[in-house]
Each structure stands twice: as C-alpha cells, then as structure tokens.
C-alpha cells in the first residue's frame, strides 16, 4: 500500500466520515470503484454518505476493531446517531441507534479501489420499533 501506513490513512478517512466531509473522500476513494462487488465510483460513495447523514445528521462510525492484511482491511465499526428520516428501511421513532457494521476495503496506490459494508438492520427495527 506505498508508504502510508493503512491504519493511520484508515482513522483519517473515519475523520473526515464523522467531520461529513464527504467532499474529501477524492483523499481516499479512487474516482472508479469496486463496492458491494459492482464497478460503482466515488461519486455514488458520496451521494450514499449524503443519503445516510441526510436521514440521520448525527451519524457517528466509531472503528472498533481494525485488521490489516497488506493491501486488505476488514473493520468492526459501531454506528450510532438519531434518524430524522427513514433509514434501512426503518421509520425515525425520535430514538437513538447503535448498529454494528462490518466492512472490507482493498486499497491500491494508497486510495480505496474495493468497498463493502453490512450493517445490522434487523437491530436498527428493533431499536426503533420498542
């Protein structure tokens, strides 16, 4: 991964997610992507984190758990904020969340060039539903 050391450029991206500076994400998203196993690009990134923060503007990533091997990165991360919106298919109820996601990177030429992410949205129903 060149000379960057893949957890600090991991915790500088995770920054700038909870900054929703998600004008920076050319720092470390390559224009054309692989996420979810489909060629997609850093614009549709961006307009997913605009769409997450837009239905909950306090969204929050806090890694939990960070494992790097070479050029791969798996993370535990736990989500936490209030929705003000519908979400993973979850009507806003005024509550909190705090959902787990895992997620998996690749990087190539020290930028992102693979994403996937799962969040829990069977715990964000339930969260919201009681």
């Not at 690749?106 to 539903?129: N, P, V, W, Y």
């Amino acid at each position: 991964m060149s000379d960057t050391n893949p957890r600090d450029f991991y915790e500088r991206y995770i920054e700038a997610l909870n900054a929703h500076e998600f004008d920076r994400m050319d720092e470390f998203v390559h224009e054309s992507i692989v996420m979810h196993s489909e060629p997609s690009s850093r614009a549709a990134l961006v307009a997913q984190l605009d769409s997450i923060v837009d239905a909950v503007p306090d969204f929050h990533w806090e890694t939990q758990e960070l494992a790097v091997n070479g050029d791969s990165l798996a993370a535990r991360l736990l989500n936490t904020g209030t929705p003000t919106k519908e979400w993973l298919g979850a009507a806003p109820t005024g509550k909190p969340i705090e959902i787990v996601e895992y997620a998996i990177y690749r990087i190539r030429d020290g930028k992102f060039l693979h994403m996937s992410a799962l969040h829990d949205a069977e715990a964000l129903e339930r969260q919201l539903a009681g």
